[in-house]
């Protein structure tokens, strides 16, 4: 299948600072993106779409201001989690799809947050 | 409001035997449905799909159902195997390039 690649895979930094997290498709163009986050023993609950050179698509209850999503180009996405809380230590997945792939999404190995 | 449900945290199977995992979903618009593998601090691997146009759809060891009327998925997994332990979360997405929606997930133990 296609490759999704997110780094880092494990982060801690302190809170009130910022945090980038990557998402890069290494094999196929995506057009579209997908941002998850997962709490321990929850389902993984969407928090964004993102489609290539468009603004984000944000779920209900999402603050747009404090988790920004950038996808300027087909192979990459970036979420960006700003003035970072210890409520906002998590488990963040990303995935990519594109029509040319088929209708299964393809997922990064995910990044763990702590804030401290 | 959930619209894919796993009703079943958790699944004990012996090796060898049969695991089935179910999922029901309530939005009638979902078209597609995917079964994904988690293991810890990992991203999901896709493992099997089926379209809303079949109710069969089989890989190798693992076979997925759909009774469209039921709104009702399952995952067949036999052989079960002691590295089939992991969660597995079912999904599900309507036409176009939307997002997929996923249930709680079943954490399936293999017992050698």
């Known amino acids: 299948g296609a490759v999704v690649s997110q780094h880092p895979s494990r982060v801690i930094c302190k809170s009130g600072t910022s945090v980038k997290i990557e998402c890069r498709s290494l094999?196929?163009?995506?057009?579209?993106m997908f941002w998850y986050r997962q709490f321990p023993k929850q389902s993984l609950m969407l928090m964004a779409t993102?489609?290539?050179?468009?603004?984000?698509?944000?779920e209900q209850g999402v603050e747009k201001d404090k988790f920004l999503i950038n996808h300027a180009s087909l192979t990459l996405s970036t979420l960006t989690v700003t003035s970072a809380h210890p409520e906002d230590s998590s488990f963040y997945i990303c995935?990519?799809?594109?029509?040319?792939?088929?209708?299964?999404?393809?997922f990064g190995q995910g990044t763990r947050l702590t804030v401290v | 409001d959930q619209q894919v449900k796993q009703n079943s945290p958790s699944l004990s199977v012996q090796e060898g035997r049969i695991s089935i995992l179910n999922c029901d979903y309530t939005?009638?618009?979902?078209?597609?449905f995917l079964w994904y593998k988690k293991y810890p601090a990992e991203g999901p691997t896709f493992l099997i799909s089926?379209?809303?146009?079949?109710d069969k759809n089989e890989d190798g060891r693992f076979t997925v159902f759909l009774n469209k009327s039921a709104k009702h998925l399952s995952l067949h997994i036999v052989p079960s195997q002691p590295g089939d332990s992991a969660v597995y979360f079912c999904?599900?997405?309507?036409?176009?390039?939307?997002?997929?929606?996923f249930g709680k997930g079943t954490r399936l133990s293999v017992i050698a």
């Open positions: 995935s990519a799809s594109s029509l040319g792939v088929g209708t299964e999404a393809f």
């Open positions: 999904a599900a997405r309507s036409s176009g390039n939307t997002p997929l929606v």
């Open positions: 993102s489609n290539e050179g468009s603004k984000a698509t944000y």
């Open positions: 089926i379209s809303s146009i079949k």
């Open positions: 939005n009638s618009m979902f078209d597609y």
């Open positions: 094999d196929f163009q995506a057009t579209t």
